[in-house]
């Protein structure tokens, strides 16, 4: 991978619901549960180099990178180092960062997490920042804090970060916490015994969640030395005997100055920054005598080393491997081409695991691999497959293994190589032409990495340059020793994880390692099929009927004879980027209750199937050197397609989606593994009891209406293939109801051709058709419903207002301001004590297919006590109906709205949503620009009013409650 990239993204994997891949892949951080992946932010600066006492403009040593020149680092005479760059995205803001090279790795066997304590103590209060004072300081920054927020806790670091306006008595203010962070933490003796408690509940459970409980199984396993007998929630026996002193004893030992950084990096003078870091750090002593700190470097394993784990509540089957190398840093050019070199493998053998899933009777139902930095001083080459599963266990397992032994002893193909090199220069390319929109955070992290590891931060300059004058040295002999290299039986860890009531399904560890060494028996080399292009020939041409220029927002309104429309809104925001969408009404409303779980699959599965006379395989093959994305879908009262596309692959994008409305394929087999996967889903849900709180709140809010009810098997045996696919033609079958949006780098004289094309050729037959009004909404009235489900000391609740709305730009805004007071006023009120955890407001509202609003606020509570943490919530949110909001609450929501939309200007994203929203709800879409000014109506007594007219009576209590004993 290059420097540029991030570390790792665990994805996101769907099955009935989405859920979070919290397997080892990554770092390993303690937040408010347990142990959790931290995803590292993306560093398009380059990752990290020296700590040098001034800027460096040459190399330390021969054959070592430079440092970017736009940074600075300097040191402290007390050790402390620090990273000072300006930056203007986002303007006017900073992102500041106290990172303590002290994680749990340091603890004694006497202090097992110690070190998450202290840093969960930290927003306990401090010596100038007592806990109240500490929670107004960071609600007024305008961002959700917390311990779980603001701050992160791993093996070998705890970090807190904070985003602040950029004005001299803000970063002042900024730098102070820190500050206080990093040397006055107060300890409160009453706060100690609280937040102790509270941890060693969790540790005791191991805990909070089936995930973490299966991280404490695998972690030790993986880690094998020091590291994995120090994970970060620590043990119950220990966190009970902490007091502030023996809290203090640590926090003095490793919270020093030679052992922390501080990272600056934002809309300010550097001049400026590195004097109030001077001013409030400068201060800071060492203790005598300064301990060292032990280093550990985890043994390597010969052969290979197999765990099974299985928890209650956990909802699917994993299978992973895990090949632990040790520690790669990058000091030197050689060092950039090496990770290169690991960021074409990663893209290869990814892309061949990831064809597993899309393959007829595929093997899994979701599959990664990639090579990546881990923990404890340690790579890892990891590969994770869900199976169709235990009884499809086998035939992943060897699938899977099956890849990756053809990769080891095959090696890849000159095609493979050559699309990811393109793929990776293009990725270079766009990081470096959107250099000017790098966000400050984005450098911070690299920075951060820097600091802890040594590793280089030559910049986005030099990294760019390298990429360009080096990748072509890359041979595929170089490619195929790496894959043999990086795909080993040696220090290798097989996890297999599952659910507690599948434990008797599984197989043992040694039926398991055979079928690991089964998999590699009559293998042959890769067959890389070759391209074709998508069409032919292009279809002839349609006609541009009308075109109108909005030089207001810098739009053009294009009709087409066919009916299609077609908004144009051209920006330079980012280099390679072209955001593609369209929608026209009608949607799963027009399906009957008896075909409606067909037509709801409808667009997932063709656009899984292929398209026009290629397989999905074939089709992921043919884009694997093209940046693009079309995907159609079909929602509750409109359909479409969304996507994107660099502008030189814009044709490419355009044909698929042409092809989609033309060309539609239907394939057996992916409605097979669609059907296959759902039931599966089906039977783990009932185990899971996040999925059977979400299918109840479905079911209430919608009036248990038929299709608002639970998918059964028996409605899934009723679907059918020739049903979903027959909705999707008829869904796309006339183009003159839709309405595409077109957002990014293009100039309109040369994408009109393509629109005209490939949009003015699409069939239309006028018929004007638009959504059905089902009735699917929240029943009036006041209704509770609880569910008993799981083993969670803490209750889920949701109280949800609801009821008719007249959708209209005023409305709209009085409602924004109302869930941000909210927001405000819950966090603000609902202290520690209450037995109320991270209460939260959300606010919808929408047209179509009528008018309605939703209120709803989500929060935990102790089980034991939910009746009177529900009426404390509910008494809170009446007193902002009766006394109204704080007038500083009203002015903050101004304020940041308007700071917002200033920033959001800029952002393709924005005007593609907008735009594209504003056609379909009828809106005047100049009133996109009028929206800071229409703030004004925004005042304390419209609020008031706000609140009582949809804090009304229509309040639905939906709750989740372990299961009785």
Known sequence: MHLSENIF????????????????????????????????????AARKTTTGAKQQAKPAAPNVLTIDPNVKIGK??????????????????????????????????????????IQRMAFKGTRDFPKSQLDSYLTKLGIPFGPDTNAFTTYDETVYQLTVPTAAKELNSGFNLLANWAARITFDPAAVNTEKDLLATKAAAGGATAEDRLQQQTLPVILNSQYGNRLPIGAESTIKTFTAATAKSFYTEWYRPDLQAIIAV??????????????????????????????????????????????????YTLFQIIVKHPQAIVKTPSDILQSIRINIFNQIIGARITDLTKIPSAPITYGQSSYTEFTGKQDVFSTIAAPNGPEGLETAVKAVVGELERARKFGFTITELERAKQAALER??????????IPSG????????????KQAIPGIDYEYNYYVNNIGKISIEEMN??????????????????????????????????????????LTAYV???????????????????????????????????????????????????????????????????????ANFAAQVISNSGIASFNQTQVVKMMRDKAFSITPYIGDVTQGVSGYAVPGDLESAMQLLYLYFTNPRKDADVWQSYVSKAKTALAKSTNDPAAVYQDTVQAVLNGYAPR??????????????????????????????????????????EIVPYIATYLGSLPATHNSETFKNLGLHPPAGQITKTVYKGTNDKATVQLVYNGGYEFNEANNIQLDGLEEIMNIRLVDSLKDGNGIYSPSVRVSYFKNPEGRYKVTVAFLADANNVDKAVATMVGEINKIRQNGPVSKDVQLFITRDARNRQAQFKQNTFWQVSLSTASQNHQDPDKILTRIQELSQVTDQSMKDTANKYLGSNLIKIILMPEKK
């Open 266 to 315: 934002g809309d300010f003078d550097p001049k400026q920054v590195e004097e109030l870091i001077k001013t409030n750090f400068g201060s800071l002593k060492n203790p005598v005598p300064e301990k060292p700190q032990p280093q550990y470097a985890p043994p390597a394993t010969p052969g290979t080393t197999v765990k099974i784990a299985t928890e209650k509540g956990f909802p």
């Open 708 to 749: 608002a009810m639970p998918l059964t098997e028996e409605k899934l045996n009723a679907a059918s293939l020739d049903k979903a696919y027959s909705f999707f033609k008829d869904r796309f079958a006339d183009a003159s109801n839709f309405t595409f949006t077109f957002t990014g780098n293009f100039a309109v004289n």
């Open 481 to 522: 020793a790496l894959a043999a290299k990086l795909i080993t039986d040696q220090n290798r860890v097989i996890l297999l994880e599952a659910p507690d009531v599948e434990k008797d399904k599984l197989p043992s560890e040694q039926t398991l390692l055979k079928w690991v060494a089964d998999a590699g028996n009559g």
């Open 76 to 117: 402290l005479p007390n050790g402390l180092t620090y990273y000072i760059r300006a930056n203007s995205q986002p303007k006017g803001k900073a992102q500041l960062v106290l990172i303590n090279k002290a994680g749990s790795v340091l603890e004694t066997d006497a202090q097992r997490g110690m070190a998450n304590f």
């Open 528 to 598: 890389d099929e070759s391209e074709t292009p998508f069409m032919a020939a292009r279809p002839k041409p349609g006609q541009v009927a009308n075109l109108k220029t909005d030089s207001v927002l810098g739009v053009v309104n294009i009709s087409l004879n066919n009916g299609v429309k077609v908004i144009l809104k051209p920006t330079r925001f980012a280099q390679n980027q072209i955001l593609i969408s369209a929608y026209s009404p009608g949607g799963t409303s027009l399906a009957s209750n008896q075909d409606f779980v067909s």
């Open 442 to 453: 984005s450098f911070a992290g690299a920075y951060e990495h820097n600091f802890l590891t």
């Open 428 to 437: 270079i390319a766009g990081e470096y032409g959107a250099k000017s929109n």
């Open 9 to 44: 993204q665990v994805p996101n994997m769907n099955f009935k619901k989405t859920i979070f891949l919290w397997a080892v892949t990554a770092l390993v951080t303690t937040g408010g549960a347990f142990a959790q992946v931290k995803k590292k932010a993306a560093a398009p």
